[in-house]
C-alpha cells in the first residue's frame, strides 16, 4: 500500500464498531499530513522528522515558505527558486 493509498480491501470497523487496525493507521498519516501543512517557526526548529521531498515549512526567520529538495543523506530546504535556504 502506498503511502496515503486508504485500505480499500480492510472494513473501516470491526463487528463491535472498533475502528480497524489498517484504518486507525491510514487516519494517523493523514492527520501527521495535515498537521505539517500548518508548521511555522524559526530556522532553527525546522522539522527533522515526518520530512519527503516537496514537505513545506514556514520559516519565520526568512519569512518564506520553504520545502524539502532532499532528504538523504542530509536533508536540503529550499525556497520557491530551487535555491537551497
Known amino acids: 500500500m502506498a503511502n496515503f493509498d486508504y485500505p480499500t480491501d480492510t472494513p473501516i470497523v470491526t463487528e ?9 493507521q491510514w ?3 493523514i492527520h501527521n ?3 505539517t ?3 511555522s517557526g524559526p530556522s532553527a526548529q525546522r522539522p527533522a522528522t515526518l520530512l ?3 514537505r513545506y515549512y514556514f520559516d519565520t526567520d526568512l519569512g518564506i515558505p520553504i520545502w524539502v529538495q ?3 543523506p542530509t536533508v536540503v530546504w529550499c525556497d ?3 535555491a537551497p535556504v
Do not use: C
Open 70 to 72: 532532499q532528504v538523504k
Open 16 to 24: 463491535d464498531g472498533r475502528l480497524t487496525i489498517p484504518w486507525g
Open 80 to 82: 520557491a527558486t530551487g
Open 27 to 29: 487516519i494517523q498519516r
Open 37 to 39: 501543512l500548518q508548521d
Open 33 to 35: 499530513l495535515a498537521r
Open 52 to 54: 519527503w521531498i516537496g
